[in-house]
């Protein structure tokens, strides 16, 4: 019937605080209609202080749902895995209790890349911190770690892209570097196009072909998609 809703839709949330966890900042969003706010993180960022600076800055906002896009390993919607540039303590913490509220985690770069889809076989890299990667193939969300594989001399694809590789480097060859990476990665993982986010991405000057820049307030689109697959672009996440 013309406007009737499907029971997936009735489902969704309304109202979803979004959470995008980084090694220097921290960014949340009420959507649809709320304003972004952030505050540092750093090495010594646990999940209970976290909670507990949003709470304070949320104030009376209301939401239904949170969705967190978390920068570590996530399987089943549960930290697996300690993070690299925050402090400790994320791995068995109860977010679900914390707020009260259902709770989607995913991998920050997966969070990103969901918002930023467009159909196809789409690679995505959050340069930032440190280094995201997230296949996204026909609607199917795949994250990756390949960030911490080894690339060159027993370091890893981050250790030369991340920010501590780009303040180590210099600039013009972190960004060769960088170009040689999105050429490997694209070719290992048949990518038709690459989207490249995270705060360091517009320091490229050049962008190879088949790539484009990103927008890290898409991380705020795609937390919202995470709950509403079903009106969404067909967004179905893998662990």
């Known amino acids: 019937m013309p406007g009737k809703r499907t029971a997936a839709a009735k489902r969704a949330p309304r109202r ?3 959470i995008d966890v980084g090694g220097t900042h921290i960014k949340f969003r009420v959507m649809p209609r709320g304003r972004i706010g952030k ?27 949170v969705s967190i896009g978390y920068p570590g390993f996530v399987f089943h919607d549960r930290i697996a895995a300690e993070p690299h540039n925050l402090g400790s303590g994320w791995v068995k913490f109860d977010f679900t209790a914390a707020f009260a509220k ?3 985690i995913v991998n920050d770069a997966a969070m990103q890349a969901v918002g930023s889809y467009h159909g196809g076989r789409m690679l995505f890299l959050g340069l930032g911190t440190g280094l995201g990667a ?10 990756t770690e390949v960030g911490h594989m080894p690339y060159r001399h027993g370091r890893s694809f981050e250790d030369y892209v ?5 303040r180590s480097r210099g600039n013009r060859r972190w ?3 960088v170009t040689d990476v999105i050429a490997q990665l694209m070719s290992a993982f048949e990518a038709d196009y690459v989207v490249l986010g995270g705060g360091n991405a517009r ?3 050049v962008l190879p072909p088949h790539v484009r820049l990103g927008n890290n307030r898409n991380a705020f689109i795609g937390g919202v998609r ?3 697959r079903a009106r969404g672009p067909g967004i179905v996440s893998r662990p």
Not at 162 to 166: A, D, L, N, P, Q
């Open 162 to 166: 991340g920010e501590r590789g780009r």
């Open 16 to 18: 979803i605080l979004v």
């Open 203 to 205: 320091r490229l000057k």
């Open 226 to 228: 995470l709950w509403q």
């Open 134 to 143: 997230t296949l996204i193939m026909d609607g199917v969300v795949e994250p």
């Open 175 to 177: 960004r060769k570097t």
């Open 39 to 65: 505050f540092a993180s750093g090495p010594a960022m646990g999940p209970k202080r976290m909670v507990h600076k949003l709470r304070k800055r949320l104030g009376k906002a209301a939401f239904d749902a």
């Open 102 to 104: 259902p709770v989607r």
